[in-house]
């Protein structure tokens, strides 16, 4: 049984929730003397000689994050700053002491990196960005910057880590759900109290196309009741177009109108059955699995003998977590969705962005002349 099904019993009745609600007041202690003992030197921050920039969230669940990093690390990675990525590698399956990198060593299995930083290094490998791996973010950091040389540490995730030094600190906000119930984990989605907001130097709200503008006005009132002078951008998840995996053929948006099945593994998997949805398709069937899911051979047999003739349809991070004889069971019509992150309101609302990201980026832009934006596949 996993976490979120417990978790919704035990909101189904009051010993439960106060159970829940305990639990939330214990984290909370735990977070606030986590911090305090970085606030008052009772543990060390480490700096290194690159600049950081943290993309993270104030809550748990899927905001878009990934798309974020890859949208950051593609724009400047074109116009020719040395960008590395730095994650943690959350729930990968095999650890090591030692940091992994990604750059040029297609054998490295996904299990030991964990999805996204993998999902990421296939998406950038045209980019020559490396992924590090390292549950030390600091000493991840560090061996970016002797191997590559980085001029810019992009911290995947990582708002709530105070070990490593940064420069700046991105965070997102999910405009569907921005902070749940407003208590911590485990009785809501928070990380930490709203009040830090107040260490962001930029917010930046995703899937803005999917809630009235009003609601976006009330969102962010409520971020500025935390931190006054912070600069919000809005954001929204746009379709590119499909993979088919089975012959490794893009297929137009409009080619796919007919009843379809659908499967995911992600933070927010309405999110995507509601792209596809407004994609024209009827999903006749969904599944979903929670975050990170590590699909087997009988998931799949699952799928193939589920869905009759539709097409099946899910996401590129779940894509690179089929196991290795996939083709013997999934031998037509399954698709991978391409996304990328557009932030609103044209270039002058970009420059906001990669200017926290770089600051030098825009004379950089200038002089090169360039812009184009990432997709993800």
């Not at 593609?74 to 090591?96: D, E, F, H, M, N």
């Not at 177009?241 to 053929?249: F, G, M, S």
């Not at 991070?317 to 013997?328: H, I, L, M, T």
Request: some cysteine; hydrophobic content about 35%; glycine content about 6%.
């Amino acid at each position: 049984m996993d976490w979120l099904t417990i978790k919704e019993k035990l909101e189904g009745n009051i010993v439960g929730r106060g159970c829940l609600l305990l639990a939330s007041k214990g984290y909370g202690a735990a977070g606030a003397l986590h911090r305090a003992a970085y606030a008052n030197g009772w543990k060390s921050s480490q700096t290194i000689n690159s600049r950081v920039v943290c993309i993270g969230n104030i809550t748990a669940g899927g905001t878009g994050k990934t798309t974020a990093v890859l949208l950051a690390a593609t724009t400047l990675a074109q116009a020719g700053i040395r960008v590395a990525i730095v994650s943690r590698g959350y729930k990968r399956q095999q650890k090591s002491s030692e940091p992994i990198i990604l750059f040029d060593n297609p054998d490295v299995d996904w299990r030991a990196a964990g999805d996204e930083p993998f999902m990421m290094s296939r998406i950038l490998s045209s980019y020559k960005v490396p992924v590090v791996i390292s549950s030390n973010r600091a000493q991840g950091a560090t061996e970016a910057l002797r191997r590559f040389k980085s001029q810019l540490i992009l911290l995947d995730d990582g708002f709530q880590h105070h070990h490593l030094q940064r420069d700046a600190n991105v965070v997102l906000v999910d405009a569907q759900n921005p902070f749940g119930n407003k208590q911590l984990l485990p009785y809501g989605i928070l990380r930490e109290p709203l009040e830090a907001l107040e260490r962001a130097n930029l917010v930046l709200l995703t899937h803005c196309d999917q809630v009235h503008p009003r609601v976006l006005e009330n969102i962010k009132d409520e971020i500025r009741l935390y931190n006054d002078h912070i600069e919000i951008l809005e954001s929204e998840h746009k379709p590119e177009y499909y993979i088919d995996i089975c012959t490794n053929k893009k297929v137009e948006l409009s080619a796919l109108k007919k009843p379809s099945a659908c499967f995911c593994a992600l933070g927010n998997p309405e999110s995507f059955e509601n792209t596809l949805t407004n994609l024209g398709l009827e999903l006749k069937q969904k599944w979903r699995f929670p975050d990170h899911q590590h699909y087997t051979v009988e998931h799949l047999r699952t799928f193939e003998d589920t869905r009759g003739n539709m097409p099946l349809i899910t996401t590129f991070k779940d894509f690179v977590k089929f196991p290795d004889n996939w083709r013997e069971i999934l031998t037509h019509d399954v698709y991978v969705l391409s996304v990328n992150l557009k932030i609103r309101g044209g270039e002058k609302e970009m420059d906001k962005f990669t200017d926290i990201l770089y600051p030098q980026f825009s004379k950089l832009k200038e002089q090169e002349g360039f812009f184009t934006a990432p997709s993800e596949y």
